[in-house]
């Protein structure tokens, strides 16, 4: 592309963010309070010890400009990381035959906090997320590409990609910008793609207007599949109570688990992350 000193249109942006292989993505005004955060502010008083940096109030969460002050616009993106074709089976198999087993296969890819006692069972299952390289990583060189394409267009754009590690409110973002709606195992769900996806976004220094959050759906419902599928009971009423949950167990609690005997040990089906509140998720069985 020239250098036009233009900037360019809302279609054109999310053309190309499909060239480098973003199918979903909605826009959002920086400069608005995300409507989410008064309650975010309520419900983490009661987080655990490993998670109490969110519990600083912080304007950064609430507004997206005060994280990057050049931002009046971001590009909010969904990353899927499973799909239907796949194989989980063959493919834990696979991660599980390597050098040091899956223990072995979470380290290398750049995984944390490991509970060695789950690893090293015969039964090892990890979460379908781990198994795909650090999303950390390739969403931010995704992005980062974006930015540069964009840069080509005009050498005035700039922005700052955002992806888990920042003091940034992904999930609410990508609300607002249309990909879906909050589930009630509080991850953003798509009507069309379910929730087997990481969020990522560009904040951007001109004006597009914004997308809408979704509208006429039904979301949930009346299903409470994932609730009562949940084995820690940690989701009740749209919230999750993170010190239960055993996603965070897994792979964010620094201290290893003690278990009381065998009965308490085999609750955890898997060994690092858990899926089951996406797998009986109705929304991850269309199509």
């Known amino acids: 592309m020239k250098n036009t ?8 942006l999310k053309e190309i963010a499909r060239r480098y292989g973003i ?10 309070p995300v409507p989410a955060y008064e309650r975010f502010a309520r419900l983490v008083n009661n987080v655990p010890v ?3 940096y969110l519990r600083r109030p912080d304007d950064k969460r609430r507004i997206l ?10 590009l909010v993106c969904a990353f899927p990381y499973w799909n239907r074709n796949r194989d989980y089976n063959s493919e834990m198999a696979a991660a599980g035959s390597e050098s040091g087993g899956a223990c072995g296969f979470l380290q290398r890819t750049g995984r944390q906090n490991l509970q060695q006692e789950l690893l090293a069972r015969a039964d090892v299952c990890i979460s379908r997320y781990a198994l795909s390289p650090d999303y950390h990583r390739t969403v931010k060189n995704r992005l980062r590409e974006v930015r540069g394409a964009l840069k080509e267009i005009n050498p005035a754009i700039c922005g700052s990609v955002f992806c888990d590690t920042s003091p940034v409110m992904e999930k609410d973002l990508a609300e607002m910008a249309g990909l879906g709606f909050r589930g009630r195992n509080t991850l953003i769900i798509s009507p069309q ?7 990522g976004g560009l904040t951007l220094n001109f004006y597009l207007e914004p997308d809408r959050p979704l509208t006429d759906i039904k979301g949930c419902g009346d299903c409470h599949r994932c609730e009562q599928a949940c084995p820690a009971g940690a989701l009740s009423g749209g919230h999750m109570d993170q010190g239960r949950c055993h996603s965070f167990l897994t792979t ?9 005997g065998p009965e308490e040990k085999n609750k955890f089906i898997y060994s690092y992350g858990c ?4 797998l009986v998720c109705p929304y991850n069985n269309i199509g």
């Open 193 to 199: 793609a379910g929730s087997w996806f990481f969020i």
């Open 252 to 260: 964010q609690k620094k201290e290893p688990l003690r278990f009381s």
């Open 5 to 12: 000193g233009i900037y360019p249109g809302k279609a054109e």
């Open 23 to 32: 199918s979903m993505c909605g826009i959002v005004d920086a400069r608005q």
């Open 275 to 278: 899926d089951i509140c996406q």
């Open 50 to 52: 490993e998670l109490a």
């Open 65 to 74: 400009a005060k994280w990057d002050p050049r931002a009046i616009t971001a």
